[in-house]
């Protein structure tokens, strides 16, 4: 669509998306100089509608950006009173104690949140300081000025026709320009792909890593509630299949949060994480805790777990990747939250120097700087062999390799060095004949649910006459390809029951069912022939998260 005409605005920053990066960006430019024009763009119907996240929160970001939150009412208002590990075998649980891991995993200080009613208030905060922000405003395009640099982006694109013609209401969006442009658009943000593999910005850094994160939000009997409570478990279902865990953190109002991730690294196409979060609430720790009660909502998110040695260059000429986009998880702490905030302080930081000495869509290079030198640089180090060591010799022995790593990375050292992570998650599959099928449960409706009734509690909606925001590079691989080598594992890694197999007119077709798409980013990171591309639906379309 590059030939049609469009009306442009000028600011100083644009900023893409509304989670925790690009509001503490907002804010903290608008700190700094208030005359600062800064816009924030969110493809949700509105912000926080498509955040999802634990969430434990370490509040050293927020201390750092708005000192006061507490007298302002931020909604941080559940303290961690207790933090609990658990081994799980399928009939029981062993307690690991708290007392030999490393000072990083305590969680003292900490708040059980909703991430998504914490950047409505950030949001809040960032309109009281002249920010603009425009909900229900997808990015679809980047805009591109000379010698390559990046100029803006395009945004709030409506009425296309499912083949991509323009329809009878057809809206052609604007050109939101900045001296600098701020991609804060989360795991594998589809803007982002595009200018790492454009500038080659992960040349010499280690692939990526996933997990795929799913929440489920209880109301749970009262009598069994114990507000602030945290608890981990890892093992059981997932044994030698996959790494991962689940987290339940009590929150306020005899609501939980119980979720489950799974490393997207595994092996067996047959794997079916989805099922595997279903199977774990028949737990009898589980299950005891949820009997009696109701879920009221779900979502499912891709999670960064690369880390450290994974982490692309964040700057090219115009344009700064901030948070999630670039990776900013520590995986054994389970957190991500505060790194995406300090690194949209060091990224406004470094804009607002850049702009006050007259200078525009060039490299800032004191924010890339900050983030791998400073508090982000420092958090991430000290974890960055946990993932590989997980990876390759498993739980068990990765407990003790990776306990003992941290904690001599804590005293200032490590004896491993920096591991690398190896394979991306999308070639670690193996072909389908090399691996055995597995017998999931059927959901019993209480506990467990299907995947269709569940997503109904995402409240996801998609405009169906628009071309589908799931494109396949070639159509004929998912049959051609994925279904006799690798038994098409979409049908099975999506946890929104996008994809299906079905049998027409004697033969077999992939279906792709985009209107149920929660935006997890699964498919375009799991996807064995990499043949799927997320790119955004018309803004405000996706789920619509009440408080995740």
Partial sequence: ?????????????????????????????????????????EK???????????????????????????EKGAPLTVPVREDNFYMLGEAGQVKIPNFPMPPLMNNHGNYIVSMGNVCRWMAEQAEALGVEIFPGMACSELVWGEAG???????????????????????????????????AEGVRGS?????????????????QKFGLGMKEIWEIDPAKHREGSVTHTMGWPLGSNAGGGSFIYHLENNQVYVGFVVHLNYENPYLYPYMEFQ?????????????????????????????????????????????????????????????????????????????KAGRAQDELHDYEVE??????????????????????????????LGGFDMWTNTLGFSLLGTLKHGKTDAEATKMAALCEPIDYPKPDGKLSFDRLTNVSFSFTNHE????????????????????????????????AGVYEVVEKDGGKEFVVNFQNCVHCKTCDIKDPSQNINWTVPQGGDGPNYPNM
């Fill in 279 to 355: 199977r774990f609430k028949h737990h009898p720790m589980v299950a005891n805790l949820l009997e009696g009660g109701k879920r009221v909502a779900y979502g499912a998110r891709a999670i960064s777990e690369g880390g450290y040695q994974s982490m692309p260059q964040m700057v090219a000429p115009g344009v700064a990747m901030l948070g999630c986009s670039v990776g900013m998880v520590n995986v054994p702490r389970i957190k991500g939250n505060h790194n995406a905030m300090l690194s949209g302080i060091a990224a406004a930081e470094a804009a607002a120097k850049a702009i």
């Fill in 191 to 207: 803007l982002s792909k595009q200018v790492i593999e454009r500038y080659g910005l992960s040349d010499g850094k280690d692939p």
């Fill in 464 to 495: 169906e006459s628009q071309p589908a925001h799931l494109q396949l590079k070639d159509p004929n691989v998912p049959i051609v390809v994925n279904l006799p080598k690798y038994a098409e594992p979409a049908q099975r890694y999506c946890p």
């Fill in 44 to 70: 949700g119907s509105e912000v926080g509608a498509h955040i999802l996240s634990g969430a434990v929160l370490d509040p050293c970001g927020l201390n750092k950006l708005i000192p006061d939150w507490k």
């Fill in 371 to 400: 983030v791998r030198k400073g508090a982000i640089g420092k958090d991430l180090k000290k974890v960055r062999n946990v993932k590989p060591l997980w990876s390759k010799f498993g739980l068990t022995a990765s407990l003790a």
């Fill in 149 to 183: 640099t990046i100029r803006g982006v395009v945004a709030g694109e409506f009425g296309k026709n499912s083949d991509g013609t323009p329809g009878d209401g057809y809206e052609p969006g604007m050109e939101l320009l900045g001296k600098y442009v701020f991609l």
């Fill in 1 to 41: 669509m590059s030939d049609v005409t469009r009306e442009s605005m000028e600011y100083d920053v644009v900023i893409v998306g509304a989670g925790p990066a690009g509001l503490s960006a907002a804010i903290r430019l608008k700190q700094i100089d208030p005359d600062l024009e800064v816009v924030v763009l």
